[in-house]
């Protein structure tokens, strides 16, 4: 099993835009429309940020959207804010024998 | 309020068993339709998913643990419950209990995490 494949890191100023790619296969994210994101702060546990590609959950800023296409999916966050920076994560189902992958995971860091 | 609580040892041995249970509340395990998960994090690394198990006790397992790993639930005490058999420093991670958003398809949507345990492995 093959985890998706994120950037190690990426860097936006206060007020820009940044987007996080999250690559995979025809056989999970070319296949479903089930990837999620999550957003890690140091020492805390993960929260759910999109699911579904595009879906926020109740409370998430509308400063995160999600998109897919192809095998790539992406994290788009507008308006940047110093409390975005974090780790990001994605997931998705899969046809394997694993029905769940993550990404490596991506270091924003906010300038 | 769903809440996920993470327990059990904070260090295991070398070729030992490690065992956690998640204790839910706020929901009932056996009348809910998601299939509730285990994921982990070496320190400094990423996410990595372990399986999952739907209530009825259906599993789902990530191969990379091959045959090591067994998760189960136990709907009268409305737990789960992981154990990672012949465990190596390698398996030294936080260890999350997780709830996803609700179908298999979204198995890995994870809304609600526990607060996490660091496990070490060492002798």
């Known amino acids: 099993q093959s985890a998706l494949t994120q950037p190690a890191s990426v860097s936006g100023s206060p007020g820009q835009s940044i987007t996080i790619s999250c690559t995979g296969t025809?056989?999970?994210?070319?296949?479903?429309?089930?990837v999620s994101w999550f957003q890690q702060h140091p020492g805390k546990a993960p929260k759910l940020m999109i699911y579904?590609?595009?879906n926020r959950p109740s409370g998430v800023s509308d400063r995160f959207s999600g998109s897919k296409s192809g095998n790539t999916a992406s994290l788009t966050i507008s308006g940047l804010q110093a409390e975005d920076e974090a780790d990001y994560y994605c997931?998705?189902?899969?046809?394997?024998?694993?029905?769940?992958?993550f990404g490596g995971g991506t270091k924003l860091t906010v300038l | 309020q769903l809440q996920l609580q993470v327990s059990g040892p904070g260090m295991v041995k070398p070729s030992e068993t490690l065992s956690l249970t998640c204790i839910v509340s706020?929901?009932?395990?056996?009348?809910?339709?998601?299939?509730w998960g285990w994921i982990r994090q070496p320190p400094g690394k990423g996410l990595e998913w372990i399986g999952s198990?739907?209530?009825?006790?259906?599993?789902y397992y990530n191969p990379s643990f091959k045959s090591r790993v067994t998760i189960s639930v136990d709907t009268s005490k409305n737990q789960f419950s992981l154990k990672l058999t012949s465990v190596t420093a390698a398996d030294t991670a936080v260890y999350y209990c997780?709830?996803?958003?609700?179908?298999?398809?979204?198995?890995?949507?994870?809304?609600?995490w526990g607060q996490g345990t660091l496990v070490t492995v060492s002798s």
């Open positions: 997780a709830r996803p958003q609700g179908g298999r398809g979204r198995m890995g949507a994870y809304d609600y």
């Open positions: 706020g929901d009932s395990i056996s009348s809910s339709n998601y299939y």
């Open positions: 198990v739907f209530y009825s006790g259906s599993t």
């Open positions: 025809s056989s999970d994210i070319g296949y479903y429309d089930y």
């Open positions: 579904d590609v595009t």
């Open positions: 997931s998705s189902y899969t046809t394997s024998n694993s029905p769940v992958v």
